[in-house]
């Protein structure tokens, strides 16, 4: 390299040449929704060339690092194995999108998965640097074997009671449930109209992702939760994405942990009442159409009038939008909690793992209570 180019590009970019991390190239060009098409013609280099790079065969210059890092929009210091905060083994692009547990996400291109999947990778980084100096709850998630209806209707029921929660009542918070047990919860913008939530199972550490704080809804996030916890605690991940099966035992799980047979029971009717269902939905923390299935599915109302009601809420609008609230939104706690515990700002964590700072922050802002605090 001539003392000319050297002088075009800066440090950290001759550094990430030198240290460069395939994997982090990765995940920088997937984070972007960009195809290896659409960042070789961004580039200037052939498609060949770019596929190299990512699968570690050759290094770019550092002159290319610089183009990678203006493109994508991440500091060369990103593309440095000085950066990583967990081996290559824990790190690989295949393992997190083989272990990526989705709700309402069949419908989504995989280029558009992956890219929501680049959360995982930031808050695995961020939660590494974070336990370097504080100690998060050990991760501690039940496994049962269930198929049938009632097999997981008898999990749902024992890891209530695993978790402790106490009698067949309303869960009162399901993300601090989770986040005691070592699931790190977190909110982060998904551009995905179809995703609401996804949980990736690592060896030491689960993560589980909701929609960000702004288009939250209780009643939604809570059963999401818990139909991801019912993938955790119930299947093993794969290759591919849930079977439509896997998903209706998560949803039979969450029904369960949310509305235990014993205890809904006693509230619910074989008619429908719009303003007992608005009670209903405040008291449980569920969705009216969530309390309406779960009273078909019980047999206590018969399916001629689940059906007449589902018609109505659709006429009505109230199947993308119901009436009625259920308190503010679940807000997760365990990584703020981490990051007030040290002495570092989101840029702080920003220059130790190579991630975009606005990321971090925005990562940190999302992942608690929206609530404006009053003091008196």
Same mark, same amino acid.
């Given at each position: 390299?001539? #003392?000319?180019?050297?002088?075009?590009?800066?440090?950290?970019?001759?550094?990430?040449?030198?240290?460069?991390?395939?994997?982090?190239?990765?995940?920088?060009?997937? #984070?972007?929704? /960009?195809?290896?098409?659409?960042?070789?013609?961004?580039?200037?280099?052939?498609?060949?060339?770019?596929?190299?790079?990512?699968?570690?065969? +050759?290094?770019?210059?550092?002159?290319?690092?610089?183009?990678?890092?203006?493109?994508?929009?991440?500091?060369?210091?990103?593309? +440095?194995?000085?950066?990583? $905060?967990?081996?290559?083994?824990?790190?690989?692009?295949?393992?997190?999108?083989?272990?990526?547990?989705?709700?309402?996400?069949?419908?989504?291109? &995989?280029?558009?998965?992956?890219?929501?999947?680049?959360?995982?990778?930031?808050?695995?980084?961020?939660?590494?640097?974070?336990?370097?100096?504080?100690?998060?709850?050990?991760?501690?998630?039940?496994?049962?074997?269930?198929? +049938?209806?009632? *097999?997981?209707?008898?999990?749902?029921?024992?890891?209530?009671?695993?978790?402790?929660?106490?009698?067949?009542?309303?869960?009162?918070?399901?993300?601090?449930?989770? *986040?005691?047990?070592?699931?790190?919860? &977190?909110?982060?913008? /998904?551009?995905?109209?179809?995703?609401?939530?996804?949980?990736?199972?690592?060896?030491?550490?689960?993560?589980?992702?909701?929609?960000? $704080?702004?288009?939250?809804?209780?009643?939604?996030? !809570?059963?999401?939760?818990?139909?991801?916890?019912?993938?955790?605690?119930?299947?093993?991940?794969?290759?591919?994405?849930?079977?439509?099966?896997?998903?209706?035992?998560?949803?039979?799980?969450?029904?369960?942990?949310?509305?235990?047979?014993?205890?809904?029971?006693?509230?619910?009717?074989?008619?429908?009442?719009?303003?007992?269902?608005?009670?209903?939905? $405040?008291?449980?923390?569920?969705?009216?159409?969530?309390?309406?299935?779960?009273?078909?599915?019980?047999?206590? /109302?018969?399916?001629?009038?689940?059906?007449?009601?589902?018609?109505? /809420?659709?006429?009505?609008?109230?199947?993308?939008?119901?009436?009625?609230?259920? &308190?503010?939104?679940? #807000?997760?706690?365990?990584?703020?909690?981490?990051?007030?515990?040290?002495?570092?700002?989101?840029?702080?964590?920003?220059?130790?793992?190579?991630?975009?700072?606005?990321?971090?922050? *925005?990562?940190?802002?999302?992942?608690?209570?929206? !609530?404006?605090?009053? $003091?008196?």
């Amino acid at each position: 390299m001539s #003392a000319d180019e050297f002088a075009e590009v800066s440090v950290e970019a001759v550094e990430a040449s030198r240290l460069f991390s395939a994997y982090r190239l990765q995940v920088a060009r997937q #984070a972007k929704g /960009m195809t290896k098409s659409d960042l070789s013609g961004r580039l200037d280099i052939s498609a060949a060339a770019l596929s190299q790079f990512e699968l570690g065969q +050759s290094r770019p210059t550092p002159k290319t690092v610089a183009k990678l890092s203006n493109v994508l929009g991440f500091a060369p210091s990103f593309f +440095s194995t000085a950066t990583l $905060q967990s081996t290559a083994e824990e790190v690989g692009e295949e393992l997190v999108d083989s272990f990526g547990h989705f709700r309402s996400l069949r419908s989504v291109t &995989a280029t558009r998965r992956r890219q929501v999947l680049t959360v995982a990778h930031l808050l695995r980084d961020v939660t590494a640097f974070l336990e370097a100096h504080v100690q998060l709850p050990r991760l501690d998630v039940p496994k049962y074997s269930a198929t +049938s209806p009632q *097999e997981i209707a008898e999990v749902a029921a024992q890891v209530r009671t695993d978790l402790g929660v106490e009698g067949d009542g309303p869960v009162d918070e399901v993300l601090r449930l989770l *986040e005691r047990r070592g699931i790190l919860c &977190a909110r982060y913008p /998904m551009d995905a109209a179809d995703v609401s939530a996804f949980s990736v199972p690592l060896e030491n550490r689960t993560f589980l992702v909701l929609k960000q $704080q702004r288009e939250a809804k209780r009643d939604r996030d !809570r059963f999401s939760s818990c139909h991801e916890l019912a993938h955790l605690v119930l299947h093993e991940p794969g290759q591919h994405l849930a079977s439509k099966e896997h998903e209706r035992q998560a949803d039979t799980f969450a029904s369960e942990f949310l509305m235990p047979t014993s205890g809904i029971s006693r509230d619910l009717s074989p008619k429908v009442d719009w303003p007992r269902l608005l009670q209903l939905k $405040q008291k449980w923390g569920v969705s009216m159409a969530a309390l309406l299935y779960r009273s078909k599915s019980l047999g206590i /109302m018969s399916d001629a009038t689940y059906t007449q009601a589902v018609r109505t /809420m659709s006429v009505r609008g109230w199947r993308k939008d119901e009436p009625g609230t259920v &308190a503010a939104a679940e #807000a997760p706690s365990l990584l703020n909690a981490a990051l007030a515990a040290t002495p570092f700002s989101a840029a702080d964590v920003s220059r130790a793992t190579g991630w975009p700072e606005a990321m971090i922050a *925005e990562l940190f802002a999302e992942s608690t209570d929206a !609530r404006p605090s009053i $003091q008196i």
